[in-house]
């Protein structure tokens, strides 16, 4: 049995091509969390996701779907749910991935660290607690290489900048304008957190287990790989000239 909510929660849940997984993903969320309503952003899946999706819709009303025309990235469909979200009234607008690498039966635990004050909560594979099951050495390596770089780059003191797993308060994405984020991929979670500190709010990290897709196919790729290290690079050249300013008052 879930605890009492902080104020009504949505969990985001961008969509391409998830016939395998969605539904199974949809019931464990909602039988971990009742009082969590779903709103999957489907990019116009060809293998029938969004259909799927209406269908259970249509026999339980705390589940919603947009259908997107296009795919457009992580970063848009998460932009367009936020703002769905937002105007529906969620005081807790989260997001999670739909192959079952966030596990439901652990959203509690962000639940928790937003109800005691967190602005951004963040499931981390890298604090104290935090695992990963079934990634390759390579992958690993990649991963926690990217999170220190962006560590050591802008200043970003957050242990898995990466991680799609996370709530935010109601009023972290409207001081963020995140009709101003312009990231597409998975570099837009470490911009939103970059925002969400530049606001002066408060992140907190909680443990997870990521266990790696079992069933359809990983949407990275080396493309999605270079925007996120140019960017981040870009962010990182940016807040050096802005420290020596301060600095030298140039």
């Given at each position: ?17 998830e ?40 026999e ?36 999670m ?46 991963s ?63 443990p ?17 790989a ?20 301060a600095?030298?008052?140039?």
């Amino acid at each position: 049995m879930s605890a009492a909510l902080p104020g009504r929660v949505v969990m985001v849940v961008p969509t391409y091509n998830e016939s395998a997984n969605i539904e199974w993903i949809i019931g464990r969320l909602r039988e971990a969390q009742p009082g969590v309503d779903v709103l999957v952003m489907d990019d116009n899946s060809p293998d029938g996701t969004g259909d799927i999706v209406d269908r259970m819709a249509a026999e339980d009303p705390q589940i919603k779907v947009v259908h997107r025309t296009e795919k457009a990235g992580l970063g848009a469909a998460y932009r367009h749910g936020f703002r769905v979200a937002l105007d529906a009234g969620y005081d807790v607008i989260g997001e999670m991935d739909a192959d079952g690498s966030h596990q439901p039966e652990q959203l509690q635990r962000l639940i928790d660290a937003i109800a005691d004050g967190a602005d951004l909560v963040i499931g981390s594979r890298y604090v104290p607690g935090g695992s990963i099951v079934n990634w390759p050495l390579r992958r690993q390596i990649l991963s926690r290489g990217g999170n220190i770089y962006v560590r050591l780059l802008i200043g970003l003191k957050v242990k898995d900048a990466t991680a799609g797993f996370r709530l935010f308060r109601r009023g972290t994405l409207e001081a963020i304008d995140v009709e101003s984020v312009t990231s597409t991929g998975y570099v837009f979670q470490t911009d939103m957190a970059y925002r969400t500190v530049a606001q002066g709010l408060k992140i907190t990290e909680v443990p997870i287990e990521f266990i790696e897709r079992e069933r359809g196919d990983s949407k990275m790729s080396k493309d999605v790989a270079s925007e996120s290290l140019k960017l981040i690079t870009k962010w990182g050249i940016a807040e050096r000239r802005r420290q020596i300013r301060a600095k030298f008052g140039r």
